[in-house]
Structures are given as C-alpha cells and as structure tokens.
T-cell receptor
Framework: EAQVTQNPRYLITVTGKKLTVTCSQN?????MSWYRQDPGLGLRQIYY???????DKGDVPEGYKVSRKEKRNFPLILESPSPNQTSLYFCASSLGRVNTEAFFGQGTRLTVV | AQSVTQLDSQVPVFEEAPVELRCNYS??????LFWYVQYPNQGLQLLLK??????LVKGINGFEAEFNKSQTSFHLRKPSVHISDTAEYFC????????????FGTGTLLAVQP
C-alpha cells in the first residue's frame, strides 16, 4: 500500500531537548516536504527536498533542520525545541514536477512544555 | 506571491442539504488547484484537483469543484452531504516547478448535523 509514515504520532517533550520526527515514503517519490498546521493559519511549509542531498527552506524554517540521505526518508529535527513549536506536523511526498499531487502522512502532534 | 483565501472558517449544514465551500486564490501565473480533506485525527487526503482542461472537476465522495479563472475561484460543492462528510477542508494552490510547494488556505470546518 502506497503511504507516507510518520513517527511518532504524539510527542510531549521539554524545552531544549533535541528530538527527531521520522518520515518515510514507499512510492519512490522525489519530492518531500514538512508542514506545520496551526489553528487559523492552515498548513505552512517548513522545509522541502527535491531529491537525495537536496533540501531547502520553506516559509517557516527557523528552529528546524532536515536531512535527505535516502530517497525514502526525510526526518525533521528540532535541535532545541521551544513552546512555540507546539503544533501538528505533516510530512508529504509527491512524484515530481509534472505531477504535483501530494500524499500526506498521518501527522505528529508535538507539545513542547 | 500566491495566496489562498477560505472566507468561511466553519460551515454548519444539515444532513442531505447541499453545501458550497468557497476558495479564492491570487496568483499572477497559471496554477494548479487542489482540495484536501482532513478527517479528525488523520492526515490530509486529496479530494480533487484541477491541473488543466475542463473547469468542472469531479472528485471522490461525490464532491466537485469549478475553476473560474476570471473570478480566481475554485469553490467546492456537494449536492447532498452526509454525517460522514464532517471534516476540515483545505484549498491549496501550487505553481508546480522546482519547489512544488503547496500554499494552503486556513481551512473550513464542515459540520454536518442530523
């Protein structure tokens, strides 16, 4: 089954404690992105990747890092989480430029206290 | 720059009634348009998309949308809603290209009441 898998689904952590949210897709997609969803703001792109070892900032990259060492995986790293990063995070992947349909993971609800 | 406006944050409707969720976009170039649905505690699922061709697009679960270039709108409609349609609906736009970035609206919660 074609899918994007995120882990964990729920996470509560303390300010400053490094964490990683994993994302994996099994569709051989080139493009992967991370979004955060906040009430009243919709989804905003954090980072994206066009292929292995190619990543770039989205609209709200501050406080986040990503890596793309393998085509299927695109982890999101919070080196020093802060309460304003409490949010619902989604990973998405898509095939390429001519097919822009994005497939989304189930989401990770992060709370930073 | 592109942007998407969903004016209605919440739309209450009775079961079996018709519904229209509004979406307007702004862009100086050609765009691709999407509607995604988010059921409670789930990720986003594609409802339908407009890439080119016919301006009336049919999607899953009986939804359809009409692309209106002159009014820069892409409203979502369903002639008869069910309780199971209760969800948040997001309109999104992208130019495609290198970044493949989706610009989302703020979402509309469709609340179907019995």
């Amino acid at each position: 089954e074609a899918q994007v898998t995120q882990n964990p689904r729920y996470l509560i952590t303390v300010t400053g404690k490094k964490l990683t949210v994993t994302c994996s897709q099994n569709m051989n997609h080139e493009y992967m992105s991370w979004y955060r969803q906040d009430p009243g703001l919709g989804l905003r792109q954090i980072y994206y990747s066009m292929n292995v070892e190619v990543t770039d900032k989205g609209d709200v990259p501050e406080g986040y890092k990503v890596s793309r060492k393998e085509k299927r995986n695109f982890p999101l790293i919070l080196e020093s989480p802060s309460p304003n990063q409490t949010s619902l995070y989604f990973c998405a992947s898509s095939l390429g430029r001519v097919n822009t349909e994005a497939f989304f993971g189930q989401g990770t609800r992060l709370t930073v206290v | 720059a592109q942007s998407v406006t969903q004016l209605d944050s919440q739309v209450p409707v009775f079961e079996e009634a018709p519904v229209e969720l509004r979406c307007n976009y702004s862009s100086s170039v050609s765009v691709y348009l999407f509607w995604y649905v988010q059921y409670p505690n789930q990720g986003l699922q594609l409802l339908l998309k407009y890439l080119s061709g016919s301006t009336l697009v049919k999607g899953i679960n009986g939804f359809e949308a009409e692309f209106n270039k002159s009014q820069t709108s892409f409203h979502l409609r369903k002639p008869s809603v069910h309780i199971s349609d209760t969800a948040e609906y997001f309109c999104a736009v992208t130019r495609g290209g290198a970044t493949n970035k989706l610009i989302f609206g703020t979402g509309t919660l469709l609340a179907v009441q019995p």
